[in-house]
């Protein structure tokens, strides 16, 4: 008999007779308490059964179902679960589709003449678990393509017969549990008892293969833990992501509205978004001034051949839309502002003293994004990018690098993200430009993130083809990542565009261009920041700051007063003067998550003050209206988040 040698990375190591389950081997090279909480194992060909039979030398590495590669090994056996749950309740009715593991948990689509609704979850969840307590084993098989292809067939599975026939493999893997059979990759659970905490969450109808020519789906979602504990806190991050939902608060707050009549994924910004978008555009741009940056403002198209020459049509076509015709000349919308931003550059010779050239735009850009993927804020098909393009000469480099850097942690912290990861990417396979620059373009990335004391991960190959870059995720108050920043180099566009300056020698050289955005787009930070501050700007971001609220219509005239000084002093002030409860109308200002409510009673009227009102309900001594513009002014430098 055929010996092979099994061993763990820690070097315990044995001698098995071949074709040994890993979970044989394990037995016999870990403790039996470690031994439980093992779900799979991870060798050279990637993550394996347990059941998987090893017929060669191989180091072998424990999956714990606690891990992230263990618990998406759990979530996606409980897709399967609950495909079989579903199928045994409603068998035929029910054609399956696709059920992979998911950030936080799985989906599983189904294609049935009535859609599921939650309603039903009750009743599947209780057929889980008896298919749970049933201890099913995940069985895997291999078959011939085709003879899986006639397997599904037969069962009436249509969408499985599709996935196989677009497979490029001879031989494919099934697994069986209970009367359950799917073709899958696997790995899995041993069997279904180690399903133990899961919920079923949520569904949605989710196009076959996100194309909405085809059979619209119900997609149910749901997620499973390895202990209850985590299961609820989960629930609970959950319940505070749905009470800070941007699209919920953005409708609450007046900020934003999505109108299937103008399109979906084109944001109408409301009076309350617009100005919340002008201050932080304004914002932005001062602190650009004060950084060195000169503002552009760039045209909406340009001519189809110009979009040639920037390389657009042939790698970026199908984020673009169709072509419009004016005059017999095509003309395209703009995916992005750079190619606009080196005609400005180009329109003039350059000597190399004029270098770094910092040229920034809130430039607005149309991408073509299908209907199913948009998502309020996050995912839209206009947006207006916090665009800038340096240019600089090859010794600048690392200096422009680390001021990007600087200027970009500066003003995230501003608005309150003081946590973020940091990735730099390199190199790809397929590439533009010299190895000589790549390498010092990378290092020049790498000398600017260390001198300022960053950590980071990097990505290797993951580069733009055109050049490194430097993506920056900041986290939310929920921790949630969310990319917004990215700094790239690139050595393509200065190529294309045949963009020269007379160097020091009196020759011409090419300058090298950095891409950078800060925000990533107005549309998607803004939308981050709802969620992150929960409706609850900040003083200095808030589009009303303070509402004045008067007692009776006793008030009323001494209210306009004080509203129309403070308003014509620059505070962003509103009254509310209906003939309406006080409590009444605190609870309305505080939905509305206004910082500051103006009281105004016989009192303050009469001494020529308003009594002050936090909108957390803490009340401050009354003042006079100048005495109040002294403390906004106050908050309003810290920029601090407020309560
Ligand atoms: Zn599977
Ligand atoms: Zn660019």
Redesign the pocket.
């Known amino acids: 008999m055929t010996e092979i040698s099994l061993s763990l990375q820690s070097g315990a190591s044995k001698q098995f007779p071949q074709g040994i389950s890993a979970a044989a081997a394990l037995k016999e090279l870990v403790s039996a308490k470690e031994c439980k909480g093992i779900v799979a194992v991870r060798c050279k060909e990637g993550l394996r059964d347990l059941s998987a039979p090893l017929m060669e030398d191989a180091v072998l590495e424990p999956v714990l179902l606690r891990s992230e590669a263990g618990l998406e090994i759990l979530r996606h056996s409980t897709a399967h679960i609950m495909a079989l749950a579903v199928k045994e309740l409603y068998g035929e009715q029910v054609k399956v589709a696709i059920g992979p593991a998911i950030e936080d948990g799985f989906y599983y689509d189904f294609d049935r003449d009535k859609p599921f609704s939650p309603d039903e979850f009750e009743v599947i969840e209780a057929k889980m678990r008896e298919m749970i307590k049933a201890r099913l084993p995940f069985l895997r098989r291999e078959m011939k393509r085709e003879e899986a292809i006639a397997f599904f067939r037969e069962r009436g599975e249509v969408y499985k017969v599709e996935l196989l026939q677009d497979l490029d493999a001879e031989t494919v893997s099934i697994y069986s549990q209970g009367s359950f059979i799917d073709l899958c990759r696997g790995p899995h659970v041993p069997d279904s008892s180690w399903i133990q905490v899961f919920k079923l969450l949520r569904v949605a109808g989710s196009y076959w293969r996100g194309d909405e020519k085809r059979p619209m789906l119900t997609r149910i979602y749901g997620t499973a833990f390895a202990d209850k504990k985590d299961l609820q806190d989960y629930l609970h991050r959950l319940e505070e992501a749905r009470k800070r939902d941007h699209r919920k608060l953005g409708k609450q707050l007046g900020l934003f509205t999505i109108q299937d009549q103008i399109g979906p994924g084109l944001i109408l910004w409301q009076p309350r978004g617009a100005l919340l978008r002008r201050l932080i555009e304004d914002y932005w741009k001062d602190e650009h001034y004060r950084h060195g940056y000169q503002l552009l403002y760039t045209p909406h198209i340009a001519r189809q051949d110009m979009w040639k020459t920037s390389g657009h049509l042939d790698f970026y076509s199908e984020n673009m839309y169709a072509p419009m015709e004016v005059e017999e000349v095509l003309y395209q919308l703009k995916p992005?502002?750079?190619p606009f931003h080196i005609g400005v550059f180009n329109a003039e010779r350059h000597s190399y003293r004029e270098f770094p050239i910092r040229w920034c735009e809130l430039g607005t850009v149309y991408r073509y994004e299908r209907t199913g993927a948009l998502h309020g804020l996050m995912r839209v098909r206009g947006f207006t990018q916090d665009?800038a393009?340096i240019f600089c000469l090859p010794d600048q480099l690392e200096a422009e690098i680390f001021n990007i850097i600087d200027l970009n942690l500066h003003i995230l912290r501003t608005f309150g993200f003081d946590q973020y990861d940091i990735y730099l990417s390199t190199r790809p396979e397929k590439y533009v430009g010299s190895e000589d620059h790549w390498e010092r373009a990378t290092q020049a990335l790498k000398q600017a993130l260390e001198k300022k004391g960053l950590a980071y991960q990097i990505d290797p190959g993951e580069g733009v083809f055109y050049g490194p870059k430097i993506d920056i995720k900041i986290k939310d108050q929920l921790g949630r990542s969310w990319q917004c920043s990215t700094i790239q180099v690139d050595f393509n566009l200065p190529e294309r565009f045949q963009m020269r300056y007379t160097g020091e020698d009196g020759g011409e050289h090419q300058p090298i261009m950095i891409?950078r955005a800060l925000m990533g787009s107005l549309e998607r930070f803004i939308g981050v920041l709802i969620e992150h501050y929960a409706g609850a700007f900040p003083l200095w971001l808030a589009p009303e700051q303070a509402r004045i609220l008067n007692i009776t219509d006793a008030q009323a005239g001494y209210c306009q007063q004080v509203y129309e000084r403070l308003r014509t002093l620059g505070l962003r002030i509103e009254q509310d003067l209906r003939n309406e409860k006080l409590n009444y109308k605190i609870r309305e200002a505080q939905l509305m998550k206004v910082p500051y409510m103006l009281v105004v009673g016989e009192r303050e009227k009469e001494e020529g003050t308003v009594t002050v009102r936090r909108r957390n309900g803490e009340n401050l001594p009354a003042m006079t209206p100048e005495a109040f513009l002294d403390l906004v002014a106050e908050e309003c430098k810290q920029r601090q988040a407020c309560v």
């Open positions: 992005m502002n750079c665009d393009h891409h």
